[in-house]
């Protein structure tokens, strides 16, 4: 149990059953009436977010999320087996909790592996990753200087939009956040 006061960004909650995530908070002292928490809370499992409001001092549960860094073996299914660094103990991710991240994963890869009460949650990866091009159009002679963008297959399947002057069989730094190209390596 920790006090409203002892909220800070990244805490995780367990209200009514549910794990939230603090994205925001505030504290509000107004002229007139007692203190609160504005607080902006995302849902770990699903990611909706909502905004709620604690009274100075309330007492809230934490949940206990244990990170760890984990190294992706392979996929089995639809699901994701990770590998702990330290233990070598593996774990199996369902492909819903790794979402969109998993266009950006190539085996032993490490990654993070935020769990609770041995269920995960969900995984981080570096923000950038480079990653092969496996095809991709070739650009046109007069194409090199306008700045304009083709899509380019990369090697785990994912479609991203690089410059003209990419080829096919080039590395390329690729965002994992928003899937943007960052350079060439």
Known sequence: MA????LKNGLVLNLEG???AVVEFQHVKPGKGGAFVRTTLKNVLSGKVVDKTFNAGTRVETATVDKRT???????GEDFV???????????VPGPTVGENANYLLPEAEATVATHETVPLYIELPTSVFLEVTYTEPGLQGDRSTGGTKPATVETGATVNVPLF???GEKIKVDTRDGRYLGRS
């Open 18 to 20: 549910a794990l939230w």
């Open 70 to 76: 984990m190294q992706y073996l392979y996929q089995d």
């Open 3 to 6: 006090s409203t006061n002892d």
């Open 166 to 168: 990419i080829t096919t």
């Open 82 to 92: 990770f590998m702990d660094l330290d233990t070598f103990e593996q774990i199996t």
